[in-house]
Protein backbone atom coordinates (compact mmCIF):
# COMPACT_ATOMS: atom_id res chain seq x y z
CA UNK A 1 0.00 0.00 0.00
CA UNK A 2 1.31 3.41 -0.54
CA UNK A 3 1.63 5.68 1.77
CA UNK A 4 -0.73 8.43 2.09
CA UNK A 5 2.23 11.19 3.48
CA UNK A 6 5.47 10.47 3.61
CA UNK A 7 7.97 12.77 5.62
CA UNK A 8 11.36 12.02 4.46
CA UNK A 9 14.52 13.11 6.50
CA UNK A 10 12.64 16.61 7.71
CA UNK A 11 14.78 19.40 9.41
CA UNK A 12 14.05 22.59 10.85
CA UNK A 13 16.52 24.65 12.03
CA UNK A 14 15.78 28.01 14.03
CA UNK A 15 19.34 30.12 13.77
CA UNK A 16 21.32 27.64 15.69
CA UNK A 17 18.68 25.84 17.42
CA UNK A 18 17.46 22.40 15.34
CA UNK A 19 13.50 21.93 15.98
CA UNK A 20 13.64 18.79 13.99
CA UNK A 21 16.36 16.81 13.51
CA UNK A 22 15.91 14.04 10.73
CA UNK A 23 12.51 12.81 11.16
CA UNK A 24 10.87 10.07 8.66
CA UNK A 25 7.62 8.70 8.56
CA UNK A 26 4.71 7.50 6.62
CA UNK A 27 1.05 8.11 7.26
CA UNK A 28 -1.11 4.85 5.09
CA UNK A 29 -4.75 5.57 4.23
CA UNK A 30 -6.96 4.68 7.39
CA UNK A 31 -4.24 5.21 9.73
CA UNK A 32 -4.61 7.20 12.91
CA UNK A 33 -1.18 7.56 13.49
CA UNK A 34 -0.46 9.21 17.08
CA UNK A 35 2.47 11.60 17.17
CA UNK A 36 3.81 11.35 20.40
CA UNK A 37 6.19 13.86 22.68
CA UNK A 38 6.81 15.72 25.71
CA UNK A 39 6.07 19.86 25.21
CA UNK A 40 8.43 21.37 23.18
CA UNK A 41 9.58 17.91 21.24
CA UNK A 42 8.73 18.99 17.86
CA UNK A 43 5.40 17.70 17.20
CA UNK A 44 4.06 20.86 16.68
CA UNK A 45 6.47 22.22 14.12
CA UNK A 46 6.72 19.08 12.08
CA UNK A 47 3.19 19.17 11.50
CA UNK A 48 3.41 22.60 10.57
CA UNK A 49 5.87 21.61 8.47
CA UNK A 50 2.87 19.20 6.65
CA UNK A 51 0.56 22.43 6.44
CA UNK A 52 3.21 24.59 5.07
CA UNK A 53 2.95 26.53 7.66
CA UNK A 54 6.82 26.82 7.89
CA UNK A 55 9.27 25.84 5.31
CA UNK A 56 11.88 23.03 6.35
CA UNK A 57 15.72 23.73 6.11
CA UNK A 58 15.62 20.06 4.62
CA UNK A 59 13.62 16.78 3.60
CA UNK A 60 10.43 16.60 1.54
CA UNK A 61 7.32 15.72 2.21
CA UNK A 62 4.70 14.33 -0.18
CA UNK A 63 1.27 13.97 0.32
CA UNK A 64 -0.94 12.07 -2.10
CA UNK A 65 1.67 11.17 -3.63
CA UNK A 66 2.60 15.25 -4.64
CA UNK A 67 5.34 17.08 -3.56
CA UNK A 68 3.96 19.47 -0.48
CA UNK A 69 6.22 22.36 -2.23
CA UNK A 70 4.67 22.49 -5.49
CA UNK A 71 1.19 21.03 -5.31
CA UNK A 72 0.67 22.76 -1.89
CA UNK A 73 -2.85 24.36 -3.02
CA UNK A 74 -4.19 21.09 -4.58
CA UNK A 75 -2.87 18.86 -1.34
CA UNK A 76 -4.63 21.81 0.82
CA UNK A 77 -7.79 20.70 -0.40
CA UNK A 78 -8.06 17.67 0.70
CA UNK A 79 -6.44 18.37 3.81
CA UNK A 80 -7.89 19.72 7.40
CA UNK A 81 -6.37 20.66 10.41
CA UNK A 82 -6.68 22.00 14.04
CA UNK A 83 -3.34 23.38 15.03
CA UNK A 84 -2.77 23.75 18.87
CA UNK A 85 -5.60 26.13 20.18
CA UNK A 86 -8.55 26.88 17.79
CA UNK A 87 -8.83 30.23 17.11
CA UNK A 88 -11.85 31.52 14.67
CA UNK A 89 -12.87 35.18 14.32
CA UNK A 90 -14.48 35.87 18.25
CA UNK A 91 -16.44 39.20 16.75
CA UNK A 92 -18.28 36.32 14.53
CA UNK A 93 -20.92 33.40 14.85
CA UNK A 94 -19.88 30.56 14.48
CA UNK A 95 -21.64 30.04 11.12
CA UNK A 96 -20.11 32.98 9.92
CA UNK A 97 -16.81 31.27 10.77
CA UNK A 98 -17.36 28.37 9.05
CA UNK A 99 -18.81 30.05 5.59
CA UNK A 100 -15.69 32.26 5.90
CA UNK A 101 -13.44 29.12 5.64
CA UNK A 102 -15.89 27.56 3.25
CA UNK A 103 -15.38 30.47 0.53
CA UNK A 104 -11.84 29.45 0.96
CA UNK A 105 -11.87 25.78 1.07
CA UNK A 106 -11.84 25.68 -3.16
CA UNK A 107 -15.43 23.81 -2.79
CA UNK A 108 -18.61 25.13 -3.05
CA UNK A 109 -19.78 24.31 0.28
CA UNK A 110 -23.72 24.96 0.75
CA UNK A 111 -25.05 26.23 4.16
CA UNK A 112 -26.99 23.13 4.47
CA UNK A 113 -23.19 20.66 4.71
CA UNK A 114 -22.40 23.94 7.76
CA UNK A 115 -25.34 23.22 9.78
CA UNK A 116 -24.73 19.62 9.08
CA UNK A 117 -21.24 19.96 10.56
CA UNK A 118 -22.41 21.76 13.39
CA UNK A 119 -24.84 19.10 14.25
CA UNK A 120 -21.76 16.60 14.29
CA UNK A 121 -19.55 18.29 16.54
CA UNK A 122 -23.20 19.52 18.77
CA UNK A 123 -23.11 22.86 18.06
CA UNK A 124 -26.24 22.76 16.40
CA UNK A 125 -28.00 25.20 18.20
CA UNK A 126 -25.01 27.53 18.71
CA UNK A 127 -24.87 28.34 14.96
CA UNK A 128 -25.71 31.97 15.40
CA UNK A 129 -23.71 32.57 18.33
CA UNK A 130 -20.53 34.75 18.80
CA UNK A 131 -17.41 32.43 19.36
CA UNK A 132 -15.99 34.92 21.88
CA UNK A 133 -19.14 33.46 24.14
CA UNK A 134 -17.30 30.18 23.59
CA UNK A 135 -15.76 28.23 25.87
CA UNK A 136 -12.42 26.60 24.83
CA UNK A 137 -14.25 22.73 24.20
CA UNK A 138 -16.79 24.39 21.88
CA UNK A 139 -14.45 26.19 19.93
CA UNK A 140 -12.06 22.90 19.59
CA UNK A 141 -15.44 21.00 18.21
CA UNK A 142 -16.03 24.19 16.24
CA UNK A 143 -12.25 23.72 15.20
CA UNK A 144 -13.46 20.44 14.18
CA UNK A 145 -16.34 20.99 12.20
CA UNK A 146 -14.23 23.83 10.23
CA UNK A 147 -11.24 21.13 9.81
CA UNK A 148 -14.39 18.76 8.10
CA UNK A 149 -15.29 21.44 5.70
CA UNK A 150 -13.96 20.16 2.57
CA UNK A 151 -14.70 16.70 3.29
CA UNK A 152 -10.85 16.02 3.85
CA UNK A 153 -9.66 12.48 2.89
CA UNK A 154 -6.73 13.37 5.56
CA UNK A 155 -6.96 15.82 8.77
CA UNK A 156 -4.16 16.95 10.99
CA UNK A 157 -4.81 17.58 14.76
CA UNK A 158 -2.36 19.09 17.04
CA UNK A 159 -3.04 18.25 20.31
CA UNK A 160 -6.65 18.46 20.45
CA UNK A 161 -7.28 17.57 23.52
CA UNK A 162 -4.81 20.18 25.55
CA UNK A 163 -6.71 22.34 27.65
CA UNK A 164 -10.67 21.00 28.31
CA UNK A 165 -11.74 19.98 31.27
CA UNK A 166 -12.27 16.01 31.29
CA UNK A 167 -15.72 16.35 29.91
CA UNK A 168 -14.32 18.03 27.02
CA UNK A 169 -11.32 15.89 26.65
CA UNK A 170 -14.09 12.79 26.64
CA UNK A 171 -16.29 14.62 24.09
CA UNK A 172 -13.11 15.88 21.44
CA UNK A 173 -11.85 12.03 21.57
CA UNK A 174 -15.44 10.69 20.96
CA UNK A 175 -15.44 12.81 18.03
CA UNK A 176 -12.15 11.83 16.70
CA UNK A 177 -13.13 8.18 17.19
CA UNK A 178 -16.22 8.76 15.30
CA UNK A 179 -14.34 10.22 12.53
CA UNK A 180 -12.04 6.96 12.51
CA UNK A 181 -14.71 4.80 12.60
CA UNK A 182 -17.95 6.51 11.25
CA UNK A 183 -16.43 8.68 7.90
CA UNK A 184 -13.09 6.40 7.98
CA UNK A 185 -10.47 9.30 7.84
CA UNK A 186 -7.14 9.37 7.77
CA UNK A 187 -6.12 10.77 11.04
CA UNK A 188 -2.52 12.55 12.49
CA UNK A 189 -2.73 13.06 15.75
CA UNK A 190 -0.01 15.12 18.14
CA UNK A 191 -0.44 14.42 22.33
CA UNK A 192 1.75 14.11 24.83
CA UNK A 193 -0.47 11.55 26.55
CA UNK A 194 0.22 8.13 25.87
CA UNK A 195 -2.93 6.62 26.65
CA UNK A 196 -4.74 9.10 24.59
CA UNK A 197 -2.85 7.70 21.98
CA UNK A 198 -3.58 4.17 22.33
CA UNK A 199 -6.90 4.79 23.66
CA UNK A 200 -6.97 6.57 19.23
CA UNK A 201 -4.09 5.73 17.19
CA UNK A 202 -3.01 2.41 15.34
CA UNK A 203 0.28 3.42 14.84
CA UNK A 204 2.42 6.16 16.35
CA UNK A 205 6.13 7.84 16.29
CA UNK A 206 7.31 8.99 19.51
CA UNK A 207 9.47 12.01 19.36
CA UNK A 208 11.91 13.92 21.95
CA UNK A 209 14.69 16.71 21.33
CA UNK A 210 13.43 17.11 17.61
CA UNK A 211 13.99 13.09 16.63
CA UNK A 212 12.15 10.20 16.28
CA UNK A 213 12.70 7.33 19.10
CA UNK A 214 10.08 5.12 17.82
CA UNK A 215 7.82 3.99 15.54
CA UNK A 216 5.04 1.20 14.82
CA UNK A 217 2.10 -0.50 15.35
CA UNK A 218 0.14 0.92 18.90
CA UNK A 219 -0.67 -2.59 19.78
CA UNK A 220 2.78 -4.15 18.49
CA UNK A 221 4.75 -1.47 20.14
CA UNK A 222 2.48 -1.69 24.12
CA UNK A 223 2.06 -5.59 23.71
CA UNK A 224 5.73 -6.11 22.91
CA UNK A 225 7.23 -4.24 25.66
CA UNK A 226 7.34 -6.22 29.18
CA UNK A 227 5.26 -5.47 31.75
CA UNK A 228 6.45 -4.01 35.25
CA UNK A 229 4.14 -5.02 37.72
CA UNK A 230 4.13 -4.14 41.33
CA UNK A 231 2.63 -5.47 44.51
CA UNK A 232 1.77 -3.52 47.47
CA UNK A 233 1.78 -6.07 50.23
CA UNK A 234 2.22 -6.04 54.15
CA UNK A 235 5.03 -8.69 54.49
CA UNK A 236 7.64 -7.38 51.34
CA UNK A 237 10.30 -10.15 52.66
CA UNK A 238 7.73 -13.27 53.54
CA UNK A 239 6.60 -12.45 49.63
CA UNK A 240 9.70 -12.10 48.15
CA UNK A 241 10.68 -15.77 50.02
CA UNK A 242 7.83 -17.39 48.76
CA UNK A 243 8.32 -15.72 44.94
CA UNK A 244 12.19 -17.47 45.22
CA UNK A 245 10.97 -20.71 45.70
CA UNK A 246 8.78 -20.55 42.90
CA UNK A 247 9.46 -20.04 39.10
CA UNK A 248 9.08 -16.56 39.52
CA UNK A 249 12.27 -16.60 41.05
CA UNK A 250 14.04 -14.41 38.60
CA UNK A 251 11.05 -12.13 37.14
CA UNK A 252 11.94 -10.07 40.25
CA UNK A 253 12.92 -6.57 39.44
CA UNK A 254 13.38 -4.73 42.75
CA UNK A 255 11.54 -4.11 45.95
CA UNK A 256 11.05 -1.59 48.65
CA UNK A 257 9.27 -1.27 52.47
CA UNK A 258 5.76 -2.56 51.27
CA UNK A 259 6.02 -3.01 47.41
CA UNK A 260 8.37 -5.57 45.04
CA UNK A 261 8.30 -5.20 41.15
CA UNK A 262 8.52 -8.06 38.95
CA UNK A 263 8.70 -8.22 35.28
CA UNK A 264 6.42 -11.00 34.07
CA UNK A 265 3.40 -11.61 31.79
CA UNK A 266 -0.03 -10.10 31.94
CA UNK A 267 -1.55 -14.18 32.92
CA UNK A 268 0.92 -14.68 35.35
CA UNK A 269 -0.75 -11.86 37.79
CA UNK A 270 -3.17 -14.32 38.97
CA UNK A 271 -0.25 -17.23 39.62
CA UNK A 272 1.06 -14.36 42.18
CA UNK A 273 -1.58 -12.95 43.79
CA UNK A 274 -2.66 -16.93 44.40
CA UNK A 275 1.04 -17.56 45.45
CA UNK A 276 0.66 -14.90 48.35
CA UNK A 277 -2.99 -15.00 49.38
CA UNK A 278 -1.92 -19.01 49.83
CA UNK A 279 0.98 -17.80 52.23
CA UNK A 280 -1.67 -15.43 54.19
CA UNK A 281 0.08 -12.20 52.45
CA UNK A 282 -2.56 -9.10 52.46
CA UNK A 283 -2.14 -7.94 48.68
CA UNK A 284 -3.27 -4.23 48.90
CA UNK A 285 -2.52 -3.37 45.39
CA UNK A 286 -1.46 -4.49 42.37
CA UNK A 287 -0.68 -1.63 39.66
CA UNK A 288 0.96 -3.10 36.03
CA UNK A 289 3.03 -0.90 33.59
CA UNK A 290 4.51 -1.06 30.61
CA UNK A 291 8.13 -0.74 29.60
CA UNK A 292 6.72 2.08 26.86
CA UNK A 293 5.29 3.71 29.37
CA UNK A 294 8.19 4.22 31.44
CA UNK A 295 10.25 4.57 28.59
CA UNK A 296 8.07 7.66 27.39
CA UNK A 297 7.49 8.96 31.05
CA UNK A 298 11.44 9.15 31.40
CA UNK A 299 10.98 11.10 28.12
CA UNK A 300 8.83 13.74 29.77
CA UNK A 301 10.74 13.81 32.93
CA UNK A 302 14.04 14.92 31.66
CA UNK B 1 -10.79 32.45 -5.57
CA UNK B 2 -9.75 35.98 -5.47
CA UNK B 3 -13.65 37.46 -5.27
CA UNK B 4 -14.31 35.08 -2.36
CA UNK B 5 -10.82 35.85 -0.55
CA UNK B 6 -11.65 39.62 -0.64
CA UNK B 7 -15.52 39.28 -0.21
CA UNK B 8 -14.02 37.19 3.22
CA UNK B 9 -11.82 40.15 4.23
CA UNK B 10 -13.99 42.79 3.44
CA UNK B 11 -16.55 40.93 5.45
CA UNK B 12 -13.68 40.82 8.40
CA UNK B 13 -13.05 44.51 8.25
CA UNK B 14 -16.84 45.55 8.10
CA UNK B 15 -17.87 43.01 11.12
CA UNK B 16 -15.24 45.03 13.60
CA UNK B 17 -16.53 47.91 15.48
CA UNK B 18 -12.90 49.19 15.49
CA UNK B 19 -13.26 49.78 11.96
CA UNK B 20 -16.27 52.26 12.17
CA UNK B 21 -14.51 54.12 15.35
CA UNK B 22 -12.15 55.84 12.69
CA UNK B 23 -15.36 57.00 10.88
CA UNK B 24 -17.26 57.87 13.63
CA UNK B 25 -14.31 60.60 14.89
CA UNK B 26 -14.27 61.98 11.53
CA UNK B 27 -17.84 62.25 10.97
CA UNK B 28 -17.91 64.13 14.68
CA UNK B 29 -15.20 66.23 14.23
CA UNK B 30 -16.46 67.38 10.87
CA UNK B 31 -19.33 67.96 11.95
CA UNK B 32 -18.17 70.16 14.77
CA UNK B 33 -16.11 71.98 12.52
CA UNK B 34 -19.21 72.92 10.33
CA UNK B 35 -20.85 73.78 12.98
CA UNK B 36 -18.42 75.67 14.95
CA UNK B 37 -18.10 78.14 11.63
CA UNK B 38 -21.86 78.06 11.19
CA UNK B 39 -22.02 79.88 14.16
CA UNK B 40 -18.82 81.93 14.74
CA UNK B 41 -16.96 81.38 10.94
CA UNK B 42 -17.27 85.31 9.93
CA UNK B 43 -14.52 86.67 12.60
CA UNK B 44 -12.45 83.44 11.69
CA UNK B 45 -12.32 84.59 8.19
CA UNK B 46 -12.12 87.97 8.78
CA UNK B 47 -8.81 87.05 11.10
CA UNK B 48 -7.30 85.27 8.50
CA UNK B 49 -8.34 87.67 5.49
CA UNK B 50 -7.27 90.96 7.65
CA UNK B 51 -3.63 91.49 6.44
CA UNK B 52 -4.86 91.10 2.90
CA UNK B 53 -8.21 93.56 3.34
CA UNK B 54 -5.98 96.46 3.55
CA UNK B 55 -4.75 96.00 -0.25
CA UNK B 56 -8.02 94.11 -1.83
CA UNK B 57 -11.63 94.64 -1.21
CA UNK B 58 -13.55 90.93 -1.04
CA UNK B 59 -17.12 90.73 -1.40
CA UNK B 60 -19.06 87.66 -1.82
CA UNK B 61 -19.65 84.39 0.10
CA UNK B 62 -16.00 83.86 1.29
CA UNK B 63 -17.17 81.58 3.64
CA UNK B 64 -18.90 78.76 1.41
CA UNK B 65 -18.87 74.86 1.14
CA UNK B 66 -15.67 74.63 -1.22
CA UNK B 67 -13.49 76.85 1.50
CA UNK B 68 -15.25 74.77 4.38
CA UNK B 69 -14.09 71.05 2.17
CA UNK B 70 -10.65 72.48 1.65
CA UNK B 71 -10.11 73.98 5.46
CA UNK B 72 -10.83 70.04 6.52
CA UNK B 73 -9.25 68.32 3.91
CA UNK B 74 -6.38 70.75 5.16
CA UNK B 75 -6.52 69.70 8.73
CA UNK B 76 -7.89 66.29 8.90
CA UNK B 77 -5.33 64.57 5.75
CA UNK B 78 -2.57 65.16 8.92
CA UNK B 79 -4.37 62.63 10.81
CA UNK B 80 -5.63 60.37 8.55
CA UNK B 81 -2.33 58.36 8.56
CA UNK B 82 -3.17 57.15 11.87
CA UNK B 83 -6.78 55.90 11.10
CA UNK B 84 -5.63 53.81 8.22
CA UNK B 85 -2.47 52.19 9.65
CA UNK B 86 -4.64 51.43 12.45
CA UNK B 87 -6.79 49.02 10.19
CA UNK B 88 -3.99 48.29 8.13
CA UNK B 89 -1.52 47.99 10.06
CA UNK B 90 -3.71 45.27 11.66
CA UNK B 91 -4.22 43.07 8.12
CA UNK B 92 -1.82 40.42 8.72
CA UNK B 93 -0.05 40.78 12.21
CA UNK B 94 -3.76 41.22 14.04
CA UNK B 95 -4.50 37.73 12.33
CA UNK B 96 -1.29 36.10 13.59
CA UNK B 97 -1.74 37.67 17.00
CA UNK B 98 -5.53 36.00 16.96
CA UNK B 99 -4.28 32.90 15.35
CA UNK B 100 -6.40 33.01 12.60
CA UNK B 101 -3.52 33.69 10.41
CA UNK B 102 -2.73 29.68 11.06
CA UNK B 103 -5.90 28.31 10.43
CA UNK B 104 -6.13 30.85 6.98
CA UNK B 105 -3.19 29.50 5.74
CA UNK B 106 -3.75 26.29 6.14
CA UNK B 107 -7.11 26.68 3.28
CA UNK B 108 -6.21 25.47 -0.01
CA UNK B 109 -5.80 29.42 -1.17
CA UNK B 110 -1.90 30.40 -2.49
CA UNK B 111 -0.22 32.81 0.27
CA UNK B 112 -0.28 35.64 -2.88
CA UNK B 113 -3.82 35.50 -3.05
CA UNK B 114 -4.70 35.63 0.47
CA UNK B 115 -2.06 38.98 0.61
CA UNK B 116 -3.77 40.83 -1.87
CA UNK B 117 -6.79 40.01 -1.02
CA UNK B 118 -5.77 42.22 1.97
CA UNK B 119 -4.43 44.85 0.60
CA UNK B 120 -6.97 45.16 -1.39
CA UNK B 121 -9.69 45.26 1.19
CA UNK B 122 -7.11 47.45 3.10
CA UNK B 123 -6.78 49.81 -0.25
CA UNK B 124 -11.00 49.64 -0.35
CA UNK B 125 -11.10 50.51 3.37
CA UNK B 126 -8.88 53.76 2.71
CA UNK B 127 -10.34 54.67 -0.16
CA UNK B 128 -13.97 54.97 0.85
CA UNK B 129 -12.59 56.75 4.21
CA UNK B 130 -10.76 59.19 1.93
CA UNK B 131 -14.26 59.50 -0.25
CA UNK B 132 -16.71 59.51 3.41
CA UNK B 133 -14.43 62.54 4.11
CA UNK B 134 -14.91 64.17 1.04
CA UNK B 135 -18.56 63.69 0.56
CA UNK B 136 -19.35 65.07 4.56
CA UNK B 137 -16.87 67.97 3.74
CA UNK B 138 -18.44 68.99 0.25
CA UNK B 139 -22.01 67.81 1.14
CA UNK B 140 -22.18 69.46 4.65
CA UNK B 141 -20.48 72.36 3.36
CA UNK B 142 -22.13 73.44 0.91
CA UNK B 143 -25.78 72.25 2.66
CA UNK B 144 -24.75 74.47 5.25
CA UNK B 145 -22.53 77.67 3.45
CA UNK B 146 -23.56 77.60 0.17
CA UNK B 147 -21.28 77.86 -2.62
CA UNK B 148 -18.49 80.57 -3.69
CA UNK B 149 -15.43 81.24 -5.24
CA UNK B 150 -12.40 79.90 -2.64
CA UNK B 151 -9.77 81.64 -1.71
CA UNK B 152 -6.41 79.83 -0.63
CA UNK B 153 -3.80 81.67 1.20
CA UNK B 154 -0.19 80.15 0.52
CA UNK B 155 3.31 80.78 0.61
CA UNK B 156 3.35 82.48 -2.89
CA UNK B 157 0.51 84.29 -2.69
CA UNK B 158 -3.50 84.25 -2.63
CA UNK B 159 -5.07 82.27 -5.11
CA UNK B 160 -8.78 82.79 -6.07
CA UNK B 161 -9.98 79.89 -7.85
CA UNK B 162 -13.75 80.46 -8.98
CA UNK B 163 -16.73 78.24 -7.98
CA UNK B 164 -17.43 76.47 -11.29
CA UNK B 165 -13.11 75.65 -11.39
CA UNK B 166 -13.19 73.92 -8.12
CA UNK B 167 -15.04 70.22 -8.31
CA UNK B 168 -12.74 68.86 -11.11
CA UNK B 169 -9.53 69.94 -8.90
CA UNK B 170 -11.38 68.73 -5.90
CA UNK B 171 -11.62 65.27 -7.70
CA UNK B 172 -8.24 65.15 -8.55
CA UNK B 173 -6.75 66.48 -5.20
CA UNK B 174 -8.73 63.18 -4.07
CA UNK B 175 -7.24 60.88 -6.29
CA UNK B 176 -3.76 62.58 -4.99
CA UNK B 177 -4.44 62.25 -1.28
CA UNK B 178 -5.77 58.68 -2.40
CA UNK B 179 -2.28 57.90 -3.49
CA UNK B 180 -0.75 59.33 -0.55
CA UNK B 181 -2.52 57.45 1.37
CA UNK B 182 -2.39 54.12 -0.34
CA UNK B 183 1.69 54.55 0.34
CA UNK B 184 0.56 54.50 4.02
CA UNK B 185 -1.32 51.66 4.11
CA UNK B 186 1.19 49.73 1.81
CA UNK B 187 3.62 50.58 4.28
CA UNK B 188 1.61 49.18 6.92
CA UNK B 189 0.67 46.06 5.60
CA UNK B 190 4.23 45.36 4.96
CA UNK B 191 5.21 46.08 8.63
CA UNK B 192 1.98 43.68 9.33
CA UNK B 193 3.83 40.52 7.21
CA UNK B 194 6.89 40.92 10.50
CA UNK B 195 4.75 41.38 13.23
CA UNK B 196 2.65 38.79 15.16
CA UNK B 197 0.50 41.65 17.23
CA UNK B 198 -1.01 44.36 16.48
CA UNK B 199 0.45 47.35 17.86
CA UNK B 200 4.16 47.25 16.33
CA UNK B 201 3.31 47.87 12.44
CA UNK B 202 0.66 50.61 13.46
CA UNK B 203 3.56 52.13 15.99
CA UNK B 204 6.24 51.55 13.14
CA UNK B 205 4.23 53.07 10.38
CA UNK B 206 3.97 56.10 12.22
CA UNK B 207 7.41 56.28 13.54
CA UNK B 208 8.62 55.89 9.69
CA UNK B 209 5.94 58.92 8.58
CA UNK B 210 7.17 61.46 11.92
CA UNK B 211 11.13 60.13 11.45
CA UNK B 212 10.82 61.00 7.22
CA UNK B 213 8.79 64.12 8.15
CA UNK B 214 11.41 65.52 10.77
CA UNK B 215 14.00 64.23 7.83
CA UNK B 216 12.31 66.29 5.36
CA UNK B 217 11.91 69.66 7.64
CA UNK B 218 15.45 69.93 8.67
CA UNK B 219 17.40 72.20 6.47
CA UNK B 220 20.78 69.99 6.57
CA UNK B 221 22.79 69.84 3.19
CA UNK B 222 22.77 66.20 3.17
CA UNK B 223 19.02 66.08 3.52
CA UNK B 224 18.52 68.37 0.41
CA UNK B 225 19.12 65.44 -1.51
CA UNK B 226 17.02 62.83 0.22
CA UNK B 227 13.80 65.01 0.59
CA UNK B 228 12.72 64.56 -2.59
CA UNK B 229 12.33 60.66 -2.59
CA UNK B 230 10.62 60.67 1.05
CA UNK B 231 7.16 59.70 0.52
CA UNK B 232 6.17 62.19 3.30
CA UNK B 233 7.48 65.07 1.20
CA UNK B 234 4.62 64.14 -1.07
CA UNK B 235 2.20 63.22 1.62
CA UNK B 236 0.59 66.84 0.87
CA UNK B 237 0.88 67.06 -2.89
CA UNK B 238 -3.18 66.95 -3.29
CA UNK B 239 -3.13 70.85 -2.48
CA UNK B 240 -0.72 71.47 -5.49
CA UNK B 241 -4.15 71.05 -7.53
CA UNK B 242 -5.58 74.03 -5.99
CA UNK B 243 -2.75 76.00 -7.48
CA UNK B 244 -3.05 78.54 -10.37
CA UNK B 245 -2.20 77.56 -13.15
CA UNK B 246 -1.96 73.83 -11.64
CA UNK B 247 2.08 72.64 -11.52
CA UNK B 248 1.72 69.32 -13.71
CA UNK B 249 5.28 67.97 -13.55
CA UNK B 250 5.25 68.60 -9.77
CA UNK B 251 2.36 66.58 -9.57
CA UNK B 252 3.63 63.81 -11.88
CA UNK B 253 6.75 63.29 -9.97
CA UNK B 254 5.00 63.23 -6.69
CA UNK B 255 2.74 60.76 -8.35
CA UNK B 256 5.49 58.57 -9.33
CA UNK B 257 7.62 59.38 -6.34
CA UNK B 258 4.36 57.45 -4.40
CA UNK B 259 3.71 54.86 -7.08
CA UNK B 260 7.38 53.96 -7.20
CA UNK B 261 7.23 53.58 -2.86
CA UNK B 262 3.80 51.38 -3.34
CA UNK B 263 5.19 49.47 -5.76
CA UNK B 264 8.41 48.52 -3.44
CA UNK B 265 6.87 48.09 -0.70
CA UNK B 266 4.09 46.10 -1.47
CA UNK B 267 6.51 44.11 -2.86
CA UNK B 268 8.52 43.32 -0.01
CA UNK B 269 5.73 42.93 1.94
CA UNK B 270 4.48 39.94 -0.32
CA UNK B 271 8.45 38.39 -0.33
CA UNK B 272 8.37 38.42 3.39
CA UNK B 273 4.57 37.17 3.25
CA UNK B 274 5.49 34.35 0.99
CA UNK B 275 8.53 33.27 3.29
CA UNK B 276 7.35 33.42 6.94
CA UNK B 277 7.06 30.88 9.27
CA UNK B 278 3.55 30.74 10.86
CA UNK B 279 4.76 30.41 14.79
CA UNK B 280 2.11 32.00 16.82
Known amino acids: MKPLLSARNLVKDYGSFRAVHDVSFDVYPGDVLGFLGPNGAGKSTTLRMLLSLIRPTEGQIHIFEKDLLTHRTSILSKIGCI ?39 GLGDRGKDKVAGFSHGMRQRLGIAQALLNDPELILLDEPTTGLDPQGIIEVRELILRLKNERNKTIVLSSHLLSEIELIANRMVIINKGKALVQGEVAVLLNASELFVSFHVDDVQKAMDCIHQSKYATSISMHQPNEFQMQINREDIPAIIKLCTDNQIAIYSVEGRRKLEDYFLKLTST | MWRNSLYNELIKITARPRSFLGVAAITLIIVLIQVAMKMDGLSYIQFITAPIEQNLIIEGNILNGNLMT ?127 NSIGPIVSTMGVVILFTLVGSLDVPIFTYIRPLLFTTHMAAWRLWFNDPVPYADIAFSSVILVLHIIILAGLGLWKFNRKDILS
Open chain 1, 83 to 121: IEKPDFYKYLSARKNLQLFARWSAQDIPNSKIDELLEFV
Open chain 2, 70 to 196: FIILQMLLIHIPLLVAFITGDLISGEAAMGTLRILLTKPVSRANIYWSKYLAGALYTILLLLWIAILAWGGGHLLFGTGDLIILNSDGIVILQAHDIFWRLSAALLQATLALLTISTLSIFFSCFAD
